[in-house]
């Protein structure tokens, strides 16, 4: 029989490791890395692997029949430790450890905010490379999504999902999703997450975007440039003319509209100007530094966009945010424009990217004045060269009637 010393512990297999810790009754060893792991195996065993052997049949007998179940869908246990404790348990796995029944009470001390049994959580779902998710609601409650629910309901980042809940288990992290009632909005028995993006009838953008923001410059891009649910917006301008400070004070403005999911991309970025984000509330969901070449910048720009297009298609309202389309090229730059539409479905996906020449095919087009901005005369903007088509469809004739008017006195002072 080999010697169980600290070699044979790191060179064996998790499941094996698993078995052990359970034979020797270590309550939540799953959560545990490997080091972990097999430190505490070696603690519990009286603090010395180096002339222990392994209790009569230790590990052959749990290997006897082929493999265990831990072995066929188990996350790693680094998965585990960083928010992935499996929380659907199937029947006859996983109750028993060290030959006593765990009880179902008692959640971990450091399980997050907990939820009463049945209670209704909505949120955001992230879902994770082991195909579950997490959902994340409003007031911080953190909730688990098993694999094989994100998988029916085809549940992608950024969905907004409501359900009834249960709370953690003895074992577990986190509370659990009992069953997804919604999906953005709409019963998830009506939504269609195969029906395609580009499939689906595309109309005007004809519901305004309401921005609201002390910020001299924003306050004139909601004013005089109205953007709407499924625009297509471009602020332009010069070097040095504000374009991110512009598009970066605009997201926090549109990070308070209700059903808005907004998905910021930083492209080619300062690396101080990640920092101005988070601190503005808006944590981007990518972002890549000057150091990054077209196509790295082109796809994770592509990424977010079918985020966001996924939202629109399902029945929800997205705002992808990019910072920049500048060295990505005339046809990337379309193309990734081009994604923005409202859907005769409900859905809308609104783009607003920063470059610094208009590309064509743009709703809304903001242009900066460098000279303005340099000084600090505020609001920045280019009126003449400025404009939101069908501005009426957003605002109404009258509204439309007074942007005109008020755009023709500050052009006269």
Known sequence: MSVLTRDVLESSTLADLHALAGELQIDGFRRLRREQLVDTIIERRGGDASDEE???????????????????????????????EPAEEPRGRRRRRGGREESEEAPREDAGKQVADGE???????????????????????????????????????????????PARRSERFPSLVRVETINGRPAD????????????????????????????VSAIAWLTPIGRGSRALITGPHASGKTEALRRLAVALRDVDGVEL???????????????????????????????????????????????????????AVVL???????????????????RRLGTGGSLTIVATREQPVGGESTVVV??????????????????????????????????????????????
Do not use: M
Request: aromatic share 2%; proline share 5%.
């Open 54 to 84: 392994p209790r009569e049949g230790g590990r052959r007998r749990r290997r006897r029949g082929g493999r265990r179940d831990e072995d066929r869908d188990e996350p790693t246990t680094e998965a585990v430790a960083a928010d992935e």
């Open 322 to 340: 990019v910072d920049t389309l500048d060295g990505l090229g005339e046809g990337a730059a379309r193309r990734i424009l081009s994604a923005a």
């Open 368 to 413: 900066l004045d460098r000279g303005l901005a340099g000084t600090g005369r505020f609001p920045a903007l280019d009126l003449a060269a400025s404009t939101t088509l069908r501005p009426e469809l957003l605002v109404g004739e009258e509204g439309a009637a007074a942007i005109a008017a008020a755009r023709a006195e500050l052009l006269e002072g």
């Open 263 to 317: 998905l910021a991309v930083l492209a080619g970025a300062r690396p101080e100007e990640l920092g101005d984000w988070r601190e503005g509330g808006v944590t981007p969901v990518a972002a890549l530094d000057l150091s990054e070449g077209p196509e790295q910048r082109t796809k994770a720009i592509d990424e977010v966009v079918e985020r966001g297009r996924r939202i629109a298609a399902r029945g929800g309202h």
């Open 190 to 217: 009506e939504t269609v997450p195969d029906e395609r993006f580009d499939d689906l009838d595309v109309l005007r953008p004809h519901e305004l975007l309401v921005v609201r923001s002390e910020d001299p410059t």
């Open 120 to 166: 209704t959580v909505e949120g955001t779902i992230a879902v994770t490379p082991n195909g579950s998710g997490l959902l994340s609601a409003a007031d911080g409650v953190e909730v688990y999504v098993s694999a094989g629910q994100v998988r029916r309901c085809e549940l992608v980042d950024g969905d907004r999902v409501s359900g009834p809940t249960r």
